[in-house]
């Protein structure tokens, strides 16, 4: 049903609360977890392959940045929703349930998010974001507001078909903006950018 995809660099300390977080998931979603390792010299291979056998892994040799690793991931991917999952984020235990839930009720293509939330202090951060006149990013912070410009790569859920359809992240970004060059394409197709109340991450 969905391929949760992390792109990871030296994120041993991070990978654990992530992955936990995945796996812990209620509702029986039918889930892969594909890890792309951007050439870490740290623990994270040793920890996934001891700890998380049943994530799938893309070991890179080299460094090839965050653009490069997601589309090698939705390359890779089998599920019908891609969710792009930073290392550094630990999904609510209901965040999969919520996200399928609401891409049902919009009843066709959609890109979703959930509320973000301070990993130390609980504090939310946004709920997707908007762009001023100079197409600065603005945090959304109204409780009332689903539509948004564009969410971060940090939680974005999005059909697997779509985001073929859309080419990806264009990998001479590095990793700055490729969410909002994602979103924007996708409104500019009439396809709904929202974020979704109920969970979080």
């Known amino acids: 049903m969905c391929s949760v995809c992390i792109a990871n660099f030296n994120g041993e300390h991070l990978l654990d609360d992530c992955l936990q977080s995945v796996f812990s998931q209620v ?9 792309h390792d951007d050439a870490s ?3 994270s291979l040793l920890l996934m392959k001891e700890k998380y056998p049943q994530v799938r892994v893309i070991a890179s040799g080299e460094n090839v940045g965050f653009c490069t690793a997601n589309n090698r ?3 890779a991917a089998r599920g019908d929703y891609i969710l792009l999952l930073n290392n550094d984020a630990a999904l609510d235990i209901d965040a999969l349930r919520t996200l399928l839930t609401g891409a049902a009720q919009v009843g066709g293509d959609a890109i979703l998010t959930l509320p973000q939330r301070d990993w130390e202090t609980g504090e939310e951060v946004d709920r997707g974001c908007l762009l001023d006149l100079f197409h ?3 945090p959304n912070k109204d409780s009332q507001r689903a539509d948004v410009a564009y969410v971060v790569g940090a939680c974005l859920w999005i059909p697997r078909a779509l985001w073929h359809e859309l080419g990806g992240f264009p990998e001479w970004f590095g990793s700055l903006a490729e969410d909002a060059f994602l979103c924007c394409g996708a409104r500019l197709r009439g396809v709904p950018v929202r974020c979704l109340a109920g969970s979080g991450y």
């Open 27 to 35: 509702g029986g979603l039918a889930v892969e977890v594909i890890v």
């Open 41 to 43: 010299t740290d623990g």
């Open 73 to 75: 991931m939705a390359a």
């Open 136 to 138: 600065n990013s603005v």
